[in-house]
């Protein structure tokens, strides 16, 4: 599996996400994705937060992006 020529059961899908600590999609993930794509993903991680931790995180996620804008 990890050299790309057998594909996991999809039976296998929940326990291989567990072991990475990701959400099976995730492991569905192209690098090419659009920005909608991306906050899709970034929407099913933060379900797993309070609301209170999920405005935290945005909070995090728009002082990060601004910091990456000063240094383009």
Known sequence: MEKG???PKMSRIPELSAR????PA????????????????????LKELPQSG???VLEL???V????LRRT
């Open 26 to 45: 995730h492991l569905f993930r192209q690098h090419n994705e659009t920005a909608g794509e991306l906050a899709e993903n970034v929407a099913e991680i």
């Open 54 to 56: 999920q405005a935290a």
């Open 65 to 68: 992006v601004q910091v990456m």
């Open 5 to 7: 020529k057998i594909a």
């Open 20 to 23: 990475l600590q990701c959400a």
């Open 61 to 63: 996620v728009a002082h």
